[in-house]
């Protein structure tokens, strides 16, 4: 099936993609990677009369450090993250993150900007930057902001922006001390939507107790969710079998599934659990030893 005639605008500056979405409203969609839009058009559940395609606003992309965050421009393509080589030993959950998307040709044209902006309860980048505790830059008529990622998904396929504003860059706070990140996924075939999904960030202290920790789920509500009763419990603990045991089980307390095709809502919450073991339990062995899971 083709999509409904549209028009088709090409900005090359982020000042006039913003006057063209002032002007434009509710006629105007974004156009980034198109790997969710484009499709949704073909089959005609979705009809914009107008897209508006920033790909040709260069300073949309890459990633640089400052201000104690990483900011990554909304236009930087899942597989640019899956091989920054640069990022992994600070940024390790970036990575183990982006090789789980979809498919090479989805990860070669999406983009992390576009994926947090559709708000797919199954988002892999939702989940796992719930876990880094970052933040959404976006701009529109008022100016610049930030949006914590707690803030940002307001319900399914909805987020905090608005309509003629758009997400420019994702802000992960520099980590300050030895990180670890773990990104587990359970899907039907390669490429499907999750299952369920577990993001878990963890930064040691110089002591070995946990400074920071996030866990961003997947899948398992009507929008990305954060494990919030988990994080709390495992600040200032350090990675023991008991703690690893005690913390598994806390993590599917703020999952949300329901029962589907893909499974009954107590078999992702149990997939939750497992994940959470399986991958703090290489966490500790990565930054603390062997001896100390053991």
């Not at 949704?40 to 890459?62: Q, T, V």
């Not at 999952?255 to 589907?260: G, K, L, R, S, V």
Request: proline share 5%; glycine share 10%.
């Amino acid at each position: 099936m083709f999509p409904n005639s549209f028009e088709y605008m090409a900005p090359t500056t982020l000042a006039e993609a913003v006057e063209l979405m002032q002007r434009h409203e509710y006629d105007a969609k974004v156009l980034s990677g198109g790997q969710s839009l484009l499709p949704m058009m073909k089959l005609r559940m979705a009809a914009p009369p107008i897209l508006i395609d920033i790909n040709s606003i260069d300073e949309l992309r890459g990633w640089k450090e400052e201000s104690g965050f990483l900011r990554i421009g909304a236009l930087t393509r899942h597989s640019e993250l899956e091989n920054a080589v640069e990022l992994r030993d600070r940024y390790p959950l970036l990575a183990e993150t982006a090789v789980w998307i979809a498919d090479p040709l989805v990860r070669n044209r999406g983009t992390i900007g576009g994926s947090l902006a559709h708000a797919d309860p199954a988002s892999d980048w939702g989940a796992a930057m719930l876990a880094l505790h970052a933040r959404v830059e976006g701009i529109g008529s008022g100016g610049e902001r930030q949006i914590p990622m707690d803030d940002f998904f307001v319900d399914t396929f909805t987020t905090a922006l608005e309509e003629t504003e758009i997400a420019t860059a994702v802000l992960v706070p520099k980590p300050a001390g030895r990180t670890a990140g773990r990104y587990l996924k359970i899907e039907r075939k390669a490429g499907d939507f999750a299952i369920a999904g577990l993001a878990i960030h963890v930064v040691l202290a110089s002591d070995g107790t946990v400074a920071e920790a996030g866990f961003g789920i997947c899948a398992c509500g009507p929008v990305p969710l954060r494990g919030k009763r988990a994080e709390e419990y495992l600040l200032g603990k350090k990675l023991t079998p008991e703690t690893i045991d005690d913390v598994s089980r806390m993590v599917p307390e703020d999952a949300d599934p329901e029962d589907d095709l893909r499974g009954s809502a107590a078999y992702k919450r149990d997939v939750l659990r497992v994940f959470a073991e399986r991958g703090l339990s290489d966490i500790a062995k990565e930054l603390q030893g062997e001896g100390v899971v053991g």
